[in-house]
């Protein structure tokens, strides 16, 4: 069975351009987070999806990022435009739905963003 | 302050030694606890839940004081394999939670030969 799969795995781009990371979660996982861990910090939670429909985007860090998660399957992440302070690894995870069993996080391997 | 407190490290131990990882907590709600582990350049990956009878899971065991808001995490007869990041990770579980997780730093162990 396929793991949650983000793309690109690396991005290097300069200050001001636009990035749009994706992520295609595990088949059948209604649920599907986006995560990001910025240089000597912790992971910290970004934002939830149930199906296509925002759950939670409190952690998002401002008006810069959009998210989108249309039809319910893969999700993506735009940045526009990138700051240098946007720099981390943004990782994306999903789970099959709530309860102790069905709520096991998946982590996808993270997309490297680079913003020189 | 933050919401999960840990020792960053690094901890350098050689092949067969026990040692013990904490975490402290702040959000008094936090209802479920877990630790992650995390290899260099990889994804977090689920090593255990932790309960609050405590659990043991081969040459791991989790510990958990909810009075303390303290966790731990005991590695037995540690392996080269176990070398990693241990992220100790708590989630709210009230009424109109989003379930999140939050994270702490994470605790770097390296396994000598």
């Known amino acids: 069975e396929a793991g949650v799969t983000q793309f690109p795995s690396h991005s290097v781009i300069e200050k001001g351009q636009t990035v749009t990371l994706r992520c295609d979660p595990i088949?059948?996982?209604?649920?599907l987070y986006w995560y990001r861990r910025v240089m000597g910090k912790e992971i910290k939670f970004l934002l939830h999806?149930?199906?296509?429909?925002?759950?939670?985007e409190s952690g998002m860090p401002n008006n810069r990022f959009l998210a989108e998660r249309t039809g319910g399957t893969y999700s993506t992440l735009k940045v526009q435009p990138a700051e240098l302070e946007d720099s981390g690894v943004y990782f994306c995870?999903?789970?099959?739905?709530?309860?102790?069993?069905?709520?096991?996080?998946?982590f996808g391997s993270g997309t490297q963003l680079s913003v020189l | 302050r933050k919401e999960v407190e840990q020792d960053p490290g690094p901890f350098n131990v050689p092949e067969g030694a026990t040692v013990a990882f904490n975490c402290t907590y702040s959000?008094?709600?936090?209802?479920?606890f877990f630790w992650y582990r995390q290899d260099c350049r990889k994804e977090p990956k689920l090593l255990m839940s932790?309960?609050?009878s405590g659990n043991e899971d081969g040459r791991f065991t989790a510990q958990l004081n909810r009075a303390s808001q303290y966790i731990s995490l005991l590695i037995r007869d540690s392996k080269l394999s176990d070398s990693a990041t241990y992220l100790c990770?708590?989630?709210?579980?009230?009424?109109?939670?989003?379930?999140?997780?939050?994270f702490g730093s994470g605790t770097q162990l390296t396994v000598l030969p």
């Open positions: 088949s059948g996982h209604d649920n």
């Open positions: 999806f149930v199906k296509e429909s925002k759950q939670d």
């Open positions: 995870a999903s789970s099959q739905g709530f309860g102790l069993t069905n709520e096991k996080l998946f």
């Open positions: 959000n008094s709600a936090s209802q479920s």
């Open positions: 932790v309960y609050s």
């Open positions: 990770v708590v989630k709210p579980d009230h009424p109109g939670s989003a379930r999140q997780l939050t």
